[in-house]
Nanobody, 122 residues
Framework: QVQLVESGGGLVQPGGSLRLSCAAS????????MAWYRQAPGKQRELVAA???????NYADSVKGRFTISRDNAKNTVSLQMNSLKPEDTAVYYC????????????????WGQGTQVTVSS
């Protein structure tokens, strides 16, 4: 089994910054993509940003130029630097590892963290 644990959420004023981190642990053989999703009240969960093991990234249009995703392949961690935050960024943010292979099992597994609340409000 693999666990994803997020940290770094909280309350911030509009225009402020937060950094989310996610650490993966367990019997990980490989973890190609790592991503951040978010879900606001009454809305569907949406992709915020993703990064592949080779470094290629993609972002939701709504966060381009404000958010930066990065990862440390050796430590199986992924971070999301969020700048110029807006009230509409308020949501629960989830770490996701959609194509994880564990030691001794060739199956691709999709893992999620428990989520961390980000609230942008004055």
């Amino acid at each position: 089994q693999v666990q994803l644990v997020e940290s770094g959420g909280g309350l911030v004023q509009p225009g402020g910054s937060l950094r989310l981190s996610c650490a993966a642990s367990g019997r990980i053989f490989s973890m190609n993509a790592m991503a951040w999703y978010r879900q606001a009240p009454g809305k569907q969960r949406e992709l915020v940003a993703a990064v592949r093991s080779g470094g290629r990234t993609n972002y939701a249009d709504s966060v381009k130029g404000r958010f930066t995703i990065s990862r440390d392949n050796a430590k199986n961690t992924v971070s999301l630097q969020m700048n110029s935050l807006k009230p509409e960024d308020t949501a629960v943010y989830y770490c996701n590892a959609p194509d994880t292979v564990v030691v001794g099992d060739p199956t691709y597994y999709n893992y999620w963290g428990q989520g961390t609340q980000v609230t942008v409000s004055s």
